[in-house]
């Protein structure tokens, strides 16, 4: 399943041997990995309906619940929500969170202890309507408008 609003690119990444090999080179995929094992004429790659890109997402669902397709590894479109690391990738993620930022420079602020104080003047700064975020709900995800 997914929900591409460029079939071109999308064709063009599932169409090309070259392109498949150098997404698996930087990560997993178990689609491509059974196209490169299989071959192509054990796929088919169809286009399911066509909508417009705001509802993407809704009608990726709605196929995900009807066909629940083998290689869909997340259940919830437009979510990693389910998806699982594997421990050398959480250690990876981890220190490059912690050590670097985008420039592979050490962040300024890995490592800095506050004073009790300190925290918590910031924690009644970030509180109530003082806060940017205070009021605001936020774009609901169309599986979750539901509950």
């Given at each position: 399943?997914?929900?591409?609003?460029?079939?071109?690119?999308?064709?063009?990444?599932?169409?090309?041997?070259?392109?498949?090999?150098?997404?698996?080179?930087?990560?997993?995929?178990?689609?491509?990995?059974?196209?490169?094992?299989?071959?192509?004429?054990?796929?088919?790659?169809?286009?399911?309906?066509?909508?417009?890109?705001?509802?993407?997402?809704?009608?990726?669902?709605?196929?995900?619940?009807?066909?629940?397709?083998?290689?869909?590894?997340?259940?919830?479109?437009?979510?990693?929500?389910?998806?699982?690391?594997?421990?050398?990738?959480?250690?990876?993620?981890?220190?490059?969170?912690?050590?670097?930022?985008?420039?592979?420079?050490?962040?300024?602020?890995?490592?800095?202890?506050?004073?009790?104080?300190?925290?918590?003047?910031?924690?009644?700064?970030?509180?109530?309507?003082?806060?940017?975020?205070?009021?605001?709900?936020?774009?609901?995800?169309?599986?979750f408008s539901k509950l």
């Open positions: 399943m997914g929900s591409a609003r460029n079939l071109s690119r999308r064709f063009h990444v599932y169409y090309s041997l070259l392109s498949i090999e150098k997404i698996l080179n930087t990560s997993k995929s178990h689609i491509l990995s059974a196209i490169l094992k299989y071959g192509y004429s054990k796929f088919t790659l169809e286009i399911l309906e066509h909508c417009d890109s705001d509802k993407c997402l809704e009608r990726e669902q709605y196929y995900i619940d009807l066909l629940n397709p083998e290689y869909n590894i997340l259940k919830i479109a437009g979510s990693r929500l389910g998806s699982i690391q594997s421990e050398e990738t959480k250690q990876k993620m981890s220190f490059s969170h912690k050590l670097l930022n985008r420039k592979g420079e050490k962040h300024p602020m890995f490592g800095k202890l506050w004073h009790e104080e300190t925290r918590a003047k910031m924690s009644s700064y970030k509180a109530g309507e003082e806060n940017p975020m205070f009021g605001k709900t936020g774009k609901k995800h169309p599986m």
